[in-house]
């Protein structure tokens, strides 16, 4: 029997299941490797730790591991109910918490090794994290989609960290009691932009789709509600979907350099954004969020469970 020893947290009301000791030996490389090692070899793990009975759709997992930048204070892979992420935001403000919970770091500046490059974040204590993400950018404008069903919908394709289709004025409202039809709403825009063949600039699929409205706080500036690759929405404001937005605001010049953008998430969570520009012009979002520990769990794996490795898993024999 294998024991995982896990940390559990949420973000803005987003879940991360944290994994600081146990899990598969991914050896050597870069995380991208690793991520693919992981993905390739490992993956009941996955399934065991994000899947049903342990976990849920909305659940994203996080699995510690050593970085081979040594100015780096742990390297992490992200993954959900149906593969693996890029980065995470929210995920990322997880981790924080949860490595200073343990006592792994304290207050400060520090760097977390990911698959896509190098987060920085700033430990400000309370459970609070300033997250540096990766450069972000817009790659397209003014699309327009004709959604079968919904009508004509125009959005922006852009990068934080994984790829977006950002809408301003969606067709539904932003309201916690609509979710299941902004969940229908922007599957079918995702289905949509499949069909149509729209991309990231690198050819990648776009997995998130935001979509944008006026917040329920005059304090702050939107509310969001952003689909999850599998299929989920986001509880949380979404830190790599507010970074898309960040750098479709900059584009559009609505946000300066270092001004604030205050954004809600579905449920009424809030990050406070803003960006600053590096010698090539590039927009590296900072977003600072709260992360809360739910528990501190061991996680047994039993090989005679024939659910051990999460519900809809091929079943695998005693010794596999």
């Known amino acids: 029997m294998e024991r995982l020893s896990l940390i559990d947290t949420h973000t803005g009301g987003e879940p991360t299941r944290v994994v600081v000791a146990g899990g598969p030996d991914l050896g050597e490389g870069s995380l991208s490797q690793r991520r693919t090692r992981f993905r390739e070899q490992f993956d009941h793990y996955r399934r065991a730790l994000v899947a049903e009975p342990r976990g849920s759709d909305v659940m994203v997992g996080a699995l510690v591991c050593p970085p081979t930048d040594p100015s780096c204070c742990a390297g992490v892979i992200f993954f959900n109910n149906v593969g693996y992420l890029n980065m995470c935001g929210h995920g990322t403000i997880g981790v924080a918490v949860a490595l200073a919970h343990l006592g792994r770091i304290g207050a400060g500046e520090h760097r977390l090794q990911t698959p896509v490059g190098i987060v920085s974040f700033e430990y400000l204590g309370e459970n609070r994290v300033r997250l540096e993400n990766v450069p972000s950018y817009r ?23 994984n790829w977006f289709f950002l809408v301003e004025t969606p067709l539904e409202r932003v309201e916690l009691p609509a979710v299941n039809r902004l969940t229908a709403f922007t599957t079918a825009i995702r289905r949509e932009l499949g069909q149509q063949g729209v991309t990231g600039a690198d050819g990648g699929e776009i997995d998130h789709i935001e979509l944008f409205g006026p917040p329920l706080n005059p304090d702050n500036h939107a509310r969001n509600f952003v689909l999850c690759p599998g299929g989920a929405y986001d509880r949380s404001p979404c830190g790599t979907g507010t970074s898309a937005k960040l750098a479709c605001l900059h584009a559009d010049g609505r946000l300066a350099p270092g001004e604030v953008w205050r954004q809600e998430s579905i449920v009424g969570s809030l990050f406070e954004a803003s960006y600053r520009l590096d010698v090539d012009g590039q927009v590296i979002p900072h977003i600072v969020g709260t992360a809360y520990v739910n528990a501190e769990t061991t996680v047994l794996l039993d090989p005679q469970d024939p659910f051990c490795w999460g519900i809809g898993d091929p079943p695998r024999t005693v010794d596999s």
């Open 139 to 161: 790659s397209a404008h003014h699309v327009m989609l004709e959604v079968p069903g919904w009508g004509t919908v125009c959005g922006d394709v852009a990068w934080g960290g």
